[in-house]
């Protein structure tokens, strides 16, 4: 939550007001490029391997 926020309740009046609709309803809404996204980067840190190798001294 944005920091002008004193509580999760302002955030929501204020979110139904503006999109006419609660945060809830909007985040069970389907989200193409967003869903497109995290598929894409799932997929690649699923090929990516990750190797620190060894520190001396």
Not at 10 to 30: D, H, I, N, V
Request: cysteine-free; aromatic content about 10%.
């Amino acid at each position: 939550m944005d920091a002008e926020y004193h509580d999760q309740a302002q955030f929501t009046r204020e979110f139904t007001a503006f999109m006419t609709m609660t945060p809830s309803a909007y985040a069970s809404l389907e989200h193409p490029v967003l869903s497109a996204f995290v598929e894409a980067r799932a997929r690649h840190r699923a090929a990516q391997t990750q190797h620190r190798g060894t520190q001396t001294g």
